[in-house]
């Protein structure tokens, strides 16, 4: 009597081919559950709600000892166990959202934008004023704005200097649509800007809606506010904020910041001094004009550790730098990659020494040395799950996609990548040959991660979760569901008369199966607590050439399938 036995299932997802043909073990789907380092499926722990946030908070940043979240209102009454920091802006305004977070020195480094357009730094809650004169133009201006417009749901946009002016079109993506589009322009240093809605192409049947705006100022170095609403969002940026770093990280004992093609740097030990020589003569401030050294790179939204270097991404292109604390001048582009970058800043985190990971317009990608030279190739970790991220991604909106975030949690080390309400996890372990993909359902969108010590928090809305909760071992009934490739016993034209199932179990797993992949209609076998090796098998009944199964458990404690058998005979020669 033959019997087919998996005991790994180390591949994790695989969603590159037919669920028929996909290798032995390896998952068509794998729902709150990850692979651990013995390669066995195990339930995801739960998501505990920890704290209740009022309205008017924004943000999720974590320290060694304090847990924050920011904004511009008054304090309000916190949960114990968060600290807020009131961030006011220059020019009274609320606070709608916290672009970039880091630590530096302890404490929290924070970019937040406003409803006046403007966008501030903070270092531990006060203002960064050095960032007032670094100014931008109305060039930068525009370029920043559709850049932001073009986030907007059903439309694009794209800048162009034409004829002296900043010009902004924006495109409806499909044909016979309309959109509705004003603009708007105010000064803050008594110039008299002009902006104008210069052209439309109205819709009709395969013709899209084009409306062209331009901005016309007697100084390029205006300093002005430049609005436009597209079917009633208001999209507001100044010329100040235009070129204001939109994505900070600590590195080196200096402070990093991507604004359009620029990396800026703070100086030595200084995360609030961003001014250069020769106003400064003592300083190491300054930066990096990324956009000449190639042409995609004229918007940096990410920045990530890799091995010694910086790795600078923009959304098509990728950009490492060797970098110092001391004099600038040693700052030197070392590798360029053309084509490949991240659509989400907040995606791009190192994963361990050797990789960084990000999402890319093509799927979930890394960065890894090519060999003992350290030279960077774009290695596909995600192309086991390219379909399945693809999908995922094509619900989002562009504004949606964006905010995707990446963590590594923990305890276990593994890279967590939220899309939208999918969490796409990868376990890699690498002395058990273990580098698998699967996913969990939270239930909620996470908006922010935040990792402090051992513990893992996510915020989504005015509700902060801990994953595992306070001990770190807390689970729930969220349903762990795995449905593995079919099996053929290595024989795909034989065909078998299928009659038993043995499994080996922590918890309780009901198992269902079905020897017809055209129907892909399963049946129930039974329940399996612990094991039934040692017992008698599960009793089916199915004939066919392929057997396909499908593990759930809804236990409200760990869960974990280590092993199973389906015992078999053949009945007939091949076909």
């Given at each position: 009597?033959?019997?087919?036995?998996?005991?790994?299932?180390?591949?994790?997802?695989?969603?590159?081919?037919?669920?028929?043909?996909?290798?032995?073990?390896?998952?068509?789907?794998?729902?709150n559950?990850?692979?651990?380092?013995?390669?066995e499926?195990?339930?995801?722990?739960?998501?505990?709600?920890?704290?209740?946030?009022?309205?008017?908070t924004?943000?999720?940043?974590?320290?060694?000892?304090?847990l924050?979240?920011?904004?511009?209102?008054t304090?309000?009454?916190?949960?114990?166990?968060?600290?807020?920091?009131?961030?006011?802006?220059?020019?009274?305004?609320?606070?709608?959202?916290?672009?970039?977070?880091?630590?530096?020195?302890?404490?929290?480094?924070?970019?937040?934008?406003?409803?006046?357009?403007?966008?501030?730094?903070?270092?531990?809650?006060?203002?960064?004023t050095?960032?007032?004169?670094?100014?931008?133009?109305?060039?930068?201006?525009?370029?920043?704005?559709?850049?932001?417009?073009?986030l907007?749901?059903a439309i694009?946009?794209?800048y162009?200097?034409?004829?002296?002016?900043?010009?902004?079109?924006?495109?409806?993506?499909?044909?016979?649509?309309?959109?509705?589009?004003?603009?708007?322009?105010?000064?803050?240093?008594?110039?008299?800007?002009?902006?104008?809605?210069?052209?439309t192409t109205?819709?009709?049947?395969?013709?899209?809606?084009?409306?062209?705006?331009?901005?016309?100022?007697?100084?390029?170095?205006?300093?002005?506010?430049?609005?436009?609403?597209?079917?009633?969002?208001?999209y507001?940026?100044?010329?100040?904020?235009?070129?204001?770093?939109?994505?900070?990280?600590?590195?080196?004992?200096?402070?990093?910041?991507?604004?359009?093609?620029?990396?800026?740097?703070?100086?030595?030990?200084?995360?609030?001094?961003?001014?250069?020589?020769?106003?400064?003569?003592?300083?190491?401030?300054?930066?990096?004009?990324?956009?000449?050294?190639?042409?995609?790179?004229?918007?940096?939204?990410?920045?990530?550790?890799?091995?010694?270097?910086?790795?600078?991404?923009?959304?098509?292109?990728?950009?490492?730098?060797?970098?110092?604390?001391?004099?600038?001048?040693?700052?030197?582009?070392?590798?360029?990659?053309?084509?490949?970058?991240?659509?989400?800043?907040?995606?791009?985190?190192n994963?361990g020494?050797?990789?960084?990971?990000?999402?890319?317009?093509?799927?979930?990608?890394?960065?890894?040395?090519?060999d003992?030279?350290?030279?960077?190739?774009?290695?596909?970790?995600?192309?086991?799950?390219?379909?399945?991220?693809?999908?995922?991604?094509?619900?989002?909106?562009?504004?949606?996609?964006?905010?995707?975030?990446?963590?590594i949690?923990?305890?276990?080390?593994?890279?967590?990548?939220?899309?939208?309400?999918?969490?796409?996890?990868?376990?890699?372990?690498?002395?058990?040959?273990?580098?698998a993909?699967?996913?969990?359902?939270?239930?909620?969108?996470?908006?922010?991660?935040?990792?402090?010590?051992?513990?893992?928090?996510?915020?989504?809305?005015?509700?902060?979760?801990?994953?595992?909760?306070?001990?770190?071992?807390?689970?729930?009934?969220?349903?762990?569901?795995?449905?593995?490739?079919?099996?053929?016993?290595?024989?795909?034209a034989?065909?078998?008369?299928?009659?038993?199932?043995?499994?080996?179990?922590?918890?309780?797993?009901?198992?269902?199966?079905?020897?017809?992949?055209?129907?892909?209609?399963?049946?129930?076998?039974?329940?399996?607590?612990?094991?039934?090796?040692?017992?008698?098998?599960?009793?089916?009944?199915?004939?066919?050439?392929?057997?396909?199964?499908?593990?759930?458990?809804?236990?409200?404690?760990?869960?974990?399938?280590?092993?199973?058998?389906?015992?078999?005979?053949?009945?007939d020669?091949?076909?």
């Amino acid at each position: 009597m033959a019997y087919i036995f998996v005991n790994s299932f180390k591949q994790g997802l695989d969603a590159r081919r037919s669920k028929i043909s996909a290798q032995q073990g390896s998952l068509v789907s794998g729902k709150n559950v990850h692979i651990n380092r013995g390669g066995e499926i195990e339930k995801r722990k739960a998501f505990v709600a920890k704290h209740a946030l009022p309205a008017g908070t924004f943000g999720l940043h974590a320290t060694r000892t304090n847990l924050y979240t920011f904004g511009s209102v008054t304090p309000p009454t916190m949960p114990a166990g968060v600290t807020y920091q009131q961030l006011v802006a220059a020019t009274p305004s609320a606070m709608t959202a916290v672009i970039s977070t880091d630590t530096f020195a302890g404490v929290p480094y924070v970019v937040a934008s406003y409803t006046s357009g403007a966008i501030h730094h903070f270092y531990n809650g006060v203002r960064v004023t050095d960032w007032d004169v670094i100014s931008g133009t109305i060039f930068t201006l525009g370029q920043a704005l559709a850049n932001l417009v073009t986030l907007a749901p059903a439309i694009s946009a794209t800048y162009a200097t034409v004829s002296g002016k900043a010009t902004i079109t924006i495109t409806a993506d499909a044909t016979n649509v309309a959109f509705t589009v004003s603009s708007s322009v105010s000064s803050h240093d008594g110039s008299t800007p002009t902006v104008a809605i210069v052209a439309t192409t109205a819709p009709a049947v395969g013709v899209a809606q084009v409306t062209t705006i331009t901005l016309t100022s007697s100084s390029n170095t205006a300093q002005v506010s430049w609005t436009i609403i597209v079917n009633g969002v208001t999209y507001v940026l100044t010329t100040g904020s235009s070129v204001t770093g939109s994505s900070v990280r600590t590195f080196r004992n200096k402070m990093y910041a991507t604004g359009q093609g620029l990396l800026y740097f703070s100086d030595t030990e200084n995360a609030t001094e961003w001014t250069p020589p020769p106003t400064v003569p003592t300083s190491f401030a300054g930066f990096e004009n990324l956009s000449s050294q190639t042409g995609q790179s004229d918007t940096l939204v990410a920045m990530a550790p890799y091995q010694n270097y910086l790795a600078v991404f923009a959304r098509r292109a990728t950009q490492i730098w060797s970098v110092v604390a001391g004099d600038p001048v040693s700052n030197v582009p070392v590798q360029i990659l053309d084509n490949i970058g991240t659509v989400a800043p907040r995606s791009a985190i190192n994963f361990g020494e050797l990789d960084v990971f990000f999402l890319s317009d093509s799927g979930i990608r890394s960065l890894r040395a090519r060999d003992a030279s350290n030279s960077a190739v774009v290695y596909d970790v995600g192309t086991s799950i390219d379909p399945l991220v693809i999908t995922r991604m094509k619900t989002l909106s562009e504004a949606n996609l964006a905010q995707c975030c990446g963590v590594i949690e923990p305890r276990e080390g593994r890279y967590m990548l939220a899309i939208g309400s999918e969490i796409f996890v990868y376990s890699f372990f690498p002395a058990s040959n273990i580098s698998a993909w699967t996913t969990y359902e939270a239930g909620f969108t996470v908006s922010e991660w935040a990792v402090q010590e051992s513990k893992l928090y996510a915020r989504s809305g005015n509700t902060i979760y801990l994953y595992g909760g306070d001990a770190g071992e807390t689970y729930d009934t969220s349903e762990a569901s795995v449905e593995l490739s079919w099996l053929d016993a290595d024989k795909s034209a034989h065909r078998k008369r299928f009659h038993g199932i043995d499994a080996s179990c922590d918890g309780t797993w009901q198992i269902d199966y079905s020897t017809d992949p055209v129907s892909n209609q399963f049946v129930l076998a039974g329940h399996v607590i612990g094991q039934n090796f040692s017992l008698p098998s599960f009793g089916i009944a199915g004939y066919g050439t392929h057997v396909g199964f499908k593990f759930t458990s809804t236990d409200a404690s760990a869960a974990k399938m280590s092993s199973f058998a389906c015992h078999f005979e053949f009945t007939d020669p091949p076909k």
